[in-house]
Structure formats: structure tokens, C-alpha cells
């Protein structure tokens, strides 16, 4: 057994151990072609509650590269396919080994918002999620995070319709385009969090345009 799937079995073990963890949509993961899941960001257990969803296809999630200073985690983060990154500066060697997984059949997995962002509150997505998607020729699954991280409470992890990006995949984006799409399957995310919420959160007073 690769040490990828053993420790997705751990992780995926602590979910249902920890919490009434449900995954709904998996069947909108395609089975092959390019693909890049994005979801929310409002706790250290969305990766773990994200990359315990995917049970069809391997995963290269994106990380803020400081988890890489810790030794023990490091090397368990490369083993787990993770992707360090520098939110304030990303390079050009790194946007090639995002797309590099992306063109080797792993779906890159990422958070829109490129930091948590808690509460009833959601961060304006950042322009990478549309840069990767139209470089990588992926389409983009929503994924909306639904818990209050609680243990033994409900844990909802609702995968969208894949999102058709292929009408930017040979278009001329400036930064401000990338932004404006990626903010764009953001409202999905939110949207898909408010009416799949089911009283698991408190939704009231949450705008999205979608």
C-alpha cells in the first residue's frame, strides 16, 4: 500500500471516528480528465475533511510553504503529494509543478481564499484558482466545507457541478480577469454552502452571487 493511501485511510478513519462526517457529490468528480477542486477555508481540518472526500482519484493540494519548515510534517506533506507555495510571491518554478500535477492526472486541490477565513465570513478569492484552471486546461469542482468543527458534530462536505472552463483556455487573462473568475466559482462555493447548509451553520445574513 502507497503511504498515500494508508495515511488517507487514517485520516479518513479520525473523520468518522470524530465527527458525523458526510460526503455528498462525489460523482461530480470526473474519473479522469483535468480537474481542480476548490473549496472553502475556515479550519486546520478542511484538508483533512477535503482530502478524505476524494475517494476516485489521487489528490496534489497547494499548502503555504511555512509548513514545510517543520521536518517530521514536511516530509509527510511530500509524501502526501502537497505542493508548497508563497502566498505573497509565487514563482514561476512553482506554477510549473502545479501544472506539471495537474498534466500528470492528480487533481489539484486548493483553497480559493489562500488563507482561513472563520465565521459567517468569506475571503475574495485570489486570481491563482483561475490561472491554474486555464493553464492546466481543468475544469473546476466547487467544494463547500459545512461544520462548525465541533467534535462529534456534523461535518457536510458538498461537492458541486464541475464548473466548464474551457473558454479560457486559450484566452489572453490579465490578472484582474483571473481574479474576477476565480471569485466568480467563489460565489458557487458560497452559494452551494448556504443551501446545503441544513442547519448545521447559521447561514442567515450571507450574500452571494451566484
Known amino acids: 500500500m502507497k503511504f ?20 455528498i457529490g462525489i460523482e461530480n468528480v470526473p474519473l479522469e480528465g483535468n480537474v481542480i477542486i476548490a473549496a472553502n477555508h475556515k479550519s486546520n481540518l478542511d ?3 477535503v482530502a478524505s472526500s476524494m475517494t476516485t482519484r489521487e489528490v496534489a493540494a497547494v499548502a503555504k510553504k511555512e509548513l514545510f519548515d517543520h521536518k517530521i510534517l514536511g516530509f509527510i506533506l511530500k509524501k502526501l503529494n502537497t505542493i508548497p507555495i508563497d502566498r505573497e510571491n509565487t514563482g514561476i518554478s512553482t506554477v510549473k509543478q502545479i501544472l506539471r500535477a495537474i498534466k500528470d492526472g492528480y487533481v489539484l486541490g486548493l483553497f480559493p481564499e489562500g488563507t482561513r477565513v472563520k465565521g459567517k465570513e468569506f475571503g475574495q478569492a485570489k486570481a491563482g484558482l483561475s490561472l491554474f484552471a486555464s493553464k492546466g486546461k481543468a475544469n473546476v469542482v466547487p467544494i463547500s466545507v459545512i461544520s462548525t468543527y465541533k467534535l462529534f458534530s456534523r461535518v457536510k462536505i458538498y461537492i458541486g457541478e464541475p464548473i466548464d472552463m474551457s473558454q479560457y483556455f486559450r484566452a489572453k487573462l490579465t490578472n484582474e480577469d483571473h481574479e474576477r473568475i476565480s471569485e466568480e466559482i467563489m460565489q458557487v462555493i458560497i452559494k452551494n454552502y448556504c443551501e446545503q447548509a441544513d442547519g448545521i451553520v447559521d447561514v442567515e445574513g450571507i450574500k452571494y452571487n451566484a
Open 4 to 23: 498515500y493511501d494508508f495515511a488517507l485511510s487514517v485520516l479518513r478513519l479520525f473523520c468518522r471516528v470524530f465527527f458525523k462526517y458526510e460526503v
Open 47 to 49: 484538508p483533512i475533511f
